[in-house]
């Protein structure tokens, strides 16, 4: 089993920034690819970004360029810094862990206002 908590959402104003942090610990835990998920109102939960134990990334077309995505393998944790933020970007975040099995943190909010 994972458990995955996450941190760091919150209000703020179109082009600001905010970063997330997401923790991973128990028993499953090992090489997996680590990354973030959101689900706006009216739509479904879609990538945002992930990278792999060997470092590789991922990025959704919307974000990439304003969001970067880092992980702390020792700590087993993955941020989100995410600068330049539009009201679109207004949904719940989630992080995800895979190994084999997918695991799902408790989602964070993030809302951008004009």
């Known amino acids: 089993q994972v458990q995955l908590v996450e941190s760091g959402g919150g209000l703020v104003q179109a082009g600001g920034s905010l970063r997330l942090s997401c923790a991973a610990s128990?028993?499953?835990?090992?090489?997996?690819?680590m990354g973030w998920y959101r689900k706006a109102p009216g739509k479904q939960r879609a990538l945002v970004a992930s990278?792999?134990?060997?470092?590789?990334?991922n990025y959704a077309d919307s974000v990439e360029g304003r969001f970067t995505i880092s992980r702390d393998y020792a700590k087993n944790t993955v941020d989100l810094q995410m600068n330049s933020l539009k009201p679109e970007d207004t949904a719940v975040y989630y992080c995800?862990?895979?190994?084999?099995?997918?695991?799902w943190g408790q989602g964070t909010q993030v809302t951008v206002s004009p």
């Open positions: 995800n862990y895979i190994a084999g099995t997918v695991y």
């Open positions: 128990g028993s499953g835990l090992r090489t997996s690819v």
């Open positions: 990278q792999t134990s060997g470092g590789s990334t």
